[in-house]
Structures are given as structure tokens and as C-alpha cells.
């Protein structure tokens, strides 16, 4: 069964850090994209970060803030976000992609398999 569970979230200060773990079972990384989105309250699923066959890509909100990793020994892909500001608050989920064009990472339809989220507080 494929699962994936995001963790790491929390509430933190303006300019803190978090880093985001989604530990991935019943399939390897190695063979499927990772896809990080954040919904905050009232606004759309947003596509963050996604990784896939040593290719990173990024919304260019979060361009140089945050920086996605993957560990295969762990089968887990980490999301570490530096320079929190409160407009990141907001639950983030990671999934993994169907096969998909890189130029489509940030549609949350081409996800099949999605975390059940983890939220994330900024806020003195």
C-alpha cells in the first residue's frame, strides 16, 4: 500500500526555520517524483517544490528559502524552509506525481498519492 506522512511542522517565529520530512512506504523514491503543495485557509493548493530523477524545481515564491532533498536509504524527502515569513503559514502535503512532464510539477491533478499534511505556523 502506498503511503505517504509529512511531519516536521509547527509554529515559528518570523525568519525561523522548519524542515518538513514525508517518509514514503510501499514504493521507492527512486522510481516516482515528490511533490511538496501548501493550502493556506481560503486559497488554492499551491505546488512548492518537486523532485524527480535528481531534477529540483520551485516556486519562485519560495526560490532560495527553501530547499528540497531526498534520502533514499530512508526512502524520505525533506523539505528545509529558512527565512519563514507568515504568508508560508499553511498545511503542507506531500505527494507523489504520476508520470508527468517536469513543466507540469505544479498541478496538484497529475499527484495521485497525497500525506495527510502538516501544519505550519508563522507568527511572533
Known amino acids: 500500500e502506498v503511503q505517504l506522512q509529512a511531519s516536521g511542522g509547527g509554529l515559528v517565529q518570523p525568519g525561523g526555520s522548519l524542515r518538513l520530512s514525508c517518509a514514503a512506504s510501499?514504493?521507492?523514491?527512486?522510481?516516482?517524483?515528490i511533490g511538496w503543495f501548501r493550502q493556506a485557509p481560503g486559497k488554492e493548493r499551491e505546488g512548492v517544490s518537486f523532485?524527480?530523477?535528481?531534477?529540483?524545481f520551485y516556486a519562485n515564491s519560495v526560490k532560495d528559502q527553501f530547499t528540497i532533498s531526498r534520502d533514499n536509504a530512508k526512502n524520505t524527502v525533506y523539505l528545509q524552509m529558512n527565512s519563514l515569513r507568515p504568508e508560508d503559514t499553511a498545511v503542507y502535503y506531500c505527494?507523489?506525481?504520476?508520470?508527468?512532464?517536469?513543466?507540469?510539477?505544479?498541478?496538484?491533478?497529475?499527484?495521485?498519492?497525497w500525506g495527510q499534511g502538516t501544519q505550519v505556523t508563522v507568527s511572533s
Open positions: 505527494a507523489r506525481s504520476s508520470r508527468l512532464p517536469f513543466s507540469l510539477w505544479r498541478d496538484p491533478a497529475n499527484y495521485a498519492n
Open positions: 523532485i524527480n530523477v535528481g531534477r529540483k
Open positions: 510501499g514504493f521507492a523514491l527512486d522510481d516516482y517524483g
